[in-house]
């Protein structure tokens, strides 16, 4: 892409705009307003009258902005908007209201009204039914070039190379359409129909009727409020097809879906505006701009139309670009700072959007909840709402969700006692297993003991030692723990005799595990998966298959002698564990390790028995635990931990580790520990706060065993929203726990709770509250 970089001793003086959208025309109207001087030129290719979509939702944080950036356009927006606090879902027959929620909405053609006076009021050329230059001849003759040409920006395009965009697309097709009449809420409605699940979006967004349309779809029904609202309907593509949508032009899908969702729409028809069925795409740049050509809007980032959020990211992109061009002494520092300003923003947004997209994708097997679980599960789908702002939100609906799940007055939910076979947990929180490194052959010493014991001092329901290896070879590190022989055995007897004196109440349990082709590595912290620069051992693993090609050794396969002594080591330390004591035995079947080395197929290449389909895949790793079970006391829970995904291509998916974990389940597993990935290096995370439960939510949902989640759960607003979505049964937080071994009584303490789920150890009573601070009002 070749430009003509602006002066560096000035501010752009002409710009052009592609794209007359509302972010496109709210930029150039602040940056004109910014420096009237400015010629600025917008180029868009359809009539002013033109739009497609109906509603657009804007949130008081935007509106903020707006009123900052130009009080203007804030006024004669604020003089159309449609506000409502209510969302009413509808699950199965039966109402759900839930308020407090704030949202605003107004018609998108209003809004490309108010921001075409303004642009015309500033001075700006606006250029209708004309198709912009390409960015590259716009750039040479232009000192700022703002493409702002959609989803489907031809700028993007033609110069994929320097911006290196990823588009995704979804599982779901859906339609823009809109009703006549005003709905008094956000609405959800799902219908159970013989072709599958579809679901409806809508929302109101005029008090008057705000478009032309037809005389057969004007209001006829008395009682109904006047006005307009969105609707939008979506449902899985193999849905669509079976019921016949691929097949029905545009009128056709809308009297279809008026059909099918009649109910809400009071017998209402639905009209169109250039609707079609599409399937969302999610984009994502990995730069905005490069030299004077800048992307913004849903040319730069999408996000899904489940939080409302195209035309908003749109419009604070445009408040932020049009004040960093403002503010810097040239357009280089400016770009670069609205880069910085918006990306962040815009990945958090997107991370919430793709956990909400994937929940409605998904939406089929969350239908059997208890309805008010149903609800408060739909509305933190996306972890932006959560169980303490909901609250605050909406008492008494929080209320009747906390009772639904069983909480007893004044008790947080995460403080609800739970059984797992025969053992009762005090509350909902466990400390995840997380690997020390600093054991000596093997052997657990005083640093596990005052690890532990602390832990366990600080409230969980149940703590849980790092992976305990079967044998020398099965070793991570030299440093890693194991119960191969009776030393460490006594060593853990140590350990949970300490727990069970010290903590009474406080669970304590054992993960065994194998390393497979990722053991004989140094210590983490002096170098993660590095083999060692002398006395390696050697590997075994499902398929000679290293970790690391050219780095990590290659493993041998194990062989029909080879897969039994290792069972047989399994076994041998599942009877060691017993007899120190602990309360519950955790398979450790993830993260790349042995037994994780054959469940993956990126991992297991063989071609007998234990090799091929998920279900040879899976046989080894069942005999493991069938004879593990066989030895451990029946009376003590069995869990085990899989990766439900491997974030790369031809890996795990979670199809697979809903089957797995039912594999699991029907041979006695009492619950799964729902991890993902480290089983590949190359592999490619969707990071973020609490960015693995989706995973434990669709085991739990499809199959109703319990499941532990696990992965970036970071506070106990996290803990009791997981809990009471029913996205999960058990929490396990590790890096909490390494912050503040007491966490657990910490969080009760802030949640003002003094139960039996968190009692304080008599020496620490004193300092069961949070301790004064100095005044913050001087």
């Known amino acids: 892409m070749t430009v003509r970089p602006p002066a560096p001793a000035r501010r752009p003086l002409r710009i052009a705009v592609i794209g007359g959208g509302p972010g496109g025309l709210y930029a150039a109207a602040l940056l004109k307003r910014g420096d009237p001087e400015r010629e600025v030129t917008v180029w868009e290719r359809n009539a002013p009258t033109d739009t497609f979509g109906f509603g657009v939702v804007l949130s008081d944080e935007t509106l903020g902005g707006i009123e900052d950036a130009d009080p203007v356009v804030h006024t004669a927006l604020r003089r159309e908007l449609?506000?409502?606090?209510?969302?009413?879902?509808?699950?199965?027959?039966?109402?759900?209201?839930?308020?407090?929620?704030?949202?605003?909405?107004?018609?998108?053609?209003?809004?490309?009204?108010?921001?075409?006076?303004?642009?015309?009021?500033?001075?700006?050329?606006?250029?209708?039914?004309?198709?912009?230059?390409?960015?590259?001849?716009?750039?040479?003759?232009?000192?700022?070039?703002?493409?702002?040409?959609?989803?489907?920006?031809?700028?993007?395009?033609?110069?994929?190379?320097?911006?290196?965009?990823?588009?995704?697309?979804?599982?779901?097709?859906?339609?823009?359409?809109?009703?006549?009449?005003?709905?008094?809420?956000?609405?959800?409605?799902?219908?159970?129909?013989?072709?599958?699940?579809?679901?409806?979006?809508?929302?109101?967004?005029?008090?008057?009727?705000?478009?032309?349309?037809?005389?057969?779809?004007?209001?006829?029904?008395?009682?109904?409020?006047?006005?307009?609202?969105?609707?939008?309907?979506?449902?899985?593509?193999?849905?669509?097809?079976?019921?016949?949508?691929?097949?029905?032009?545009?009128?056709?899908?809308?009297?279809?879906?008026?059909?099918?969702?009649?109910?809400?729409?009071?017998?209402?028809?639905?009209?169109?505006?250039?609707?079609?069925?599409?399937?969302f795409r999610t984009v994502v740049n990995a730069r905005w701009s490069h030299d004077n050509v800048v992307l913004l809007g849903d040319a730069a980032h999408t996000a899904h139309f489940s939080i409302g959020s195209g035309t908003k990211l749109a419009v604070e992109d445009a408040v932020a670009l049009a004040a960093h061009v403002d503010?810097?002494?040239?357009?280089?520092?400016?770009?670069?700072?609205?880069?910085?300003?918006?990306?962040?923003?815009?990945?958090?947004?997107?991370?919430?959007?793709?956990?909400?997209?994937?929940?409605?994708?998904?939406?089929?097997?969350?239908?059997?909840?208890?309805?008010?679980?149903?609800?408060?599960?739909?509305?933190?789908?996306?972890?932006?709402?959560?169980?303490?702002?909901?609250?605050?939100?909406?008492?008494?609906?929080?209320?009747?969700?906390?009772?639904?799940?069983?909480?007893?007055?004044?008790?947080?939910?995460?403080?609800?006692?739970?059984?797992?076979?025969?053992?009762?947990?005090?509350?909902?929180?466990?400390?995840?297993?997380?690997?020390?490194?600093?054991?000596?052959?093997?052997?657990?010493?005083?640093?596990?003991?005052?690890?532990?014991?602390?832990?366990?001092?600080?409230?969980?329901?149940?703590?849980?030692?790092?992976?305990?290896?079967?044998?020398?070879?099965?070793?991570?590190?030299?440093?890693?723990?194991?119960?191969?022989n009776d030393t460490q055995q006594a060593a853990w007897t140590r350990i949970t005799d300490f727990v069970h004196a010290q903590a009474p109440g406080t669970a304590i349990g054992v993960q065994l595990g194998h390393s497979g082709r990722k053991g004989s590595t140094r210590l983490m912290w002096e170098g993660i998966d590095e083999p060692l620069p002398a006395g390696n051992w050697p590997l075994v693993a499902a398929s000679p298959l290293p970790y690391r090609p050219g780095v990590n050794q290659v493993p041998h396969a194990l062989d029909r002698a080879g897969l039994t002594a290792v069972r047989e080591q399994f076994t041998a330390a599942a009877r060691r564990a017993a007899r120190a004591g602990f309360d519950l035995l955790e398979l450790h079947c993830a993260h790349g390790y042995l037994l994780s080395g054959f469940l993956s197929p990126l991992t297991?290449?063989?071609?007998?028995?234990?090799?091929?389909?998920?279900?040879?895949?899976?046989?080894?790793?069942?005999?493991?635990?069938?004879?593990?079970?066989?030895?451990?006391?029946?009376?003590?829970?069995?869990?085990?931990r899989i990766s439900a995904t491997d974030w790369a291509e031809g890996g795990t998916t979670a199809d697979d580790a809903v089957e797995i974990a039912r594999a699991f389940a029907a041979h006695g597993a009492d619950a799964l520990d729902v991890s993902t990935g480290q089983v590949v290096p190359d592999e490619r995370p969707e990071f973020g706060r609490s960015y693995q439960t989706p995973y434990a939510d669709r085991i739990r949902a499809a199959l109703g065993v319990p499941v532990i989640a696990v992965g970036a759960i970071s506070s106990w607003d996290d803990v009791n929203s997981l809990l009471l979505a029913g996205r999960a049964d058990l929490c396990a937080l590790a890096r909490p726990h390494l912050y503040d071994p007491h966490w657990t009584l910490h969080a009760a303490a802030e949640q003002g709770y003094r139960g039996p789920a968190a009692p304080w150890p008599a020496p620490y009573r004193a300092g069961s509250r949070r301790p004064p601070t100095g005044r913050k009002d001087a």
């Open 82 to 279: 449609v506000h409502w606090d209510d969302v009413h879902i509808v699950h199965r027959g039966r109402l759900l209201t839930s308020t407090g929620h704030g949202f605003a909405a107004l018609g998108r053609r209003r809004l490309l009204e108010v921001l075409h006076e303004r642009c015309a009021d500033l001075g700006v050329r606006l250029r209708f039914r004309a198709e912009a230059p390409p960015a590259a001849e716009l750039a040479a003759s232009h000192d700022l070039v703002v493409a702002a040409d959609g989803v489907h920006s031809r700028t993007r395009e033609a110069h994929a190379e320097v911006f290196r965009p990823t588009l995704t697309t979804h599982r779901c097709r859906y339609i823009w359409l809109a009703t006549d009449f005003a709905l008094d809420a956000f609405r959800f409605e799902i219908a159970e129909t013989e072709y599958g699940v579809m679901q409806l979006h809508a929302y109101p967004y005029a008090h008057t009727a705000a478009e032309p349309h037809p005389p057969s779809a004007r209001p006829s029904r008395q009682g109904v409020p006047a006005g307009s609202s969105t609707v939008i309907v979506e449902m899985r593509e193999e849905v669509w097809r079976a019921a016949g949508f691929d097949e029905l032009d545009e009128a056709e899908s809308a009297a279809r879906c008026a059909k099918i969702f009649a109910e809400a729409l009071h017998g209402r028809a639905l009209r169109s505006n250039n609707s079609a069925w599409t399937a």
């Open 327 to 484: 503010a810097h002494p040239t357009l280089a520092e400016a770009l670069t700072a609205y880069e910085a300003e918006r990306r962040p923003v815009v990945e958090s947004t997107q991370r919430a959007a793709a956990a909400s997209l994937r929940w409605f994708e998904e939406l089929a097997g969350q239908l059997d909840r208890p309805p008010r679980q149903f609800a408060f599960n739909l509305l933190t789908r996306s972890r932006r709402v959560t169980h303490d702002n909901l609250r605050l939100r909406d008492p008494g609906f929080t209320a009747a969700v906390e009772a639904e799940f069983g909480c007893p007055p004044g008790t947080p939910p995460m403080f609800t006692p739970f059984r797992l076979g025969g053992l009762t947990l005090r509350n909902r929180v466990v400390v995840s297993p997380m690997d020390l490194y600093v054991a000596e052959d093997g052997v657990p010493g005083d640093f596990h003991l005052v690890h532990l014991g602390a832990r366990a001092l600080g409230g969980a329901g149940l703590v849980m030692t790092e992976m305990v290896c079967v044998s020398p070879q099965g070793r991570i590190t030299p440093g890693c723990t194991g119960l191969w």
């Open 604 to 640: 297991n290449h063989r071609t007998d028995a234990y090799g091929g389909d998920l279900a040879g895949r899976l046989r080894y790793p069942l005999e493991v635990f069938d004879a593990i079970r066989e030895v451990w006391p029946a009376d003590r829970p069995m869990t085990v």
